[in-house]
T-cell receptor, first 113, second 113 residues
Framework: EADIYQTPRYLVIGTGKKITLECSQT?????MYWYQQDPGMELHLIHY???????EKGDLSSESTVSRIRTEHFPLTLESARPSHTSQYLC????????????FGQGTRLTVV | KQEVTQIPAALSVPEGENLVLNCSFT??????LQWFRQDPGKGLTSLLL?????REQTSGRLNASLDKSSGRSTLYIAASQPGDSATYLC????????????FGQGTILTVHP
């Protein structure tokens, strides 16, 4: 069982609000990732981190930002939510070596009204 | 740029059938390949991880093979059950690019009683 947790699982919020999606892992993984997935569509990488104080933008442009102050924590923030941000956001982590298997959280389904 | 394609896009089979899901990738310089399962509205569950040096991996009724030189992987599910109904995703991790996974579009599997 993967030890990676996302909160909240579901969030409905009004346009213009600031939101933070939480992601934590207890496996001591250096690498963490945020993916965005629209219903029935493939996953797209929006942010990743190789370790503390290391963050990079992914392949899909996103208005969100991330931070990595602690190894286990990789929150994603939207300063001003818009309906176009409605999607599922999936957090993942992996070890740098030893097979580098990726583990995913249960996801946060965000709806901006 | 790595591209991952999964065939078929959807598959419906009666319970008890053996089935094969296909995954192909354009760049053979991979570190590993991972098969996931995703239930509707949920996160991803890791099923099997194959390192680039391996030919296959088995877990219970699941068997995944890898032919890196031809850019192909197959996921074999034996004696399918209704509980196997889900979307199956294939993802490759390049040998470079610091571990960013590239996903296929997935195969939607329905096993009916």
């Amino acid at each position: 069982e993967a030890d990676i947790y996302q909160t909240p699982r579901y969030l409905v919020i009004g346009t213009g609000k600031k939101i933070t999606l939480e992601c934590s892992q207890t496996m001591g993984h250096d690498k963490m990732y945020w993916y965005q997935q629209d219903p029935g569509m493939e996953l797209h990488l929006i942010h990743y981190s190789y370790g503390v104080n290391s963050t990079e933008k992914g392949d899909l442009s996103s208005e969100s930002t991330v931070s990595r102050i602690r190894t286990e924590h990789f929150p994603l923030t939207l300063e001003s939510a818009r309906p176009s941000h409605t999607s599922q956001y999936l957090c993942a982590s992996s070890r740098d070596r030893g097979g580098a298997e990726a583990f995913f959280g249960q996801g946060t389904r965000l709806t901006v009204v | 740029k790595q591209e991952v394609t999964q065939i078929p896009a959807a598959l419906s089979v009666p319970e008890g059938e053996n089935l094969v899901l296909n995954c192909s990738f354009t760049d053979s310089a991979i570190y590993n390949l991972q098969w996931f399962r995703q239930d509707p509205g949920k996160g991803l569950t890791s099923l099997l991880l194959i390192q680039s040096s391996q030919r296959e991996q088995t877990s219970g009724r699941l068997n995944a093979s890898l032919d890196k030189s031809s850019g192909r992987s197959t996921l074999y599910i034996a004696a399918s059950q209704p509980g196997d109904s889900a979307t199956y995703l294939c993802a490759v991790r390049p040998s470079t690019s610091y571990g960013k996974l590239t996903f296929g579009q997935g195969t939607i599997l329905t096993v009916h009683p």
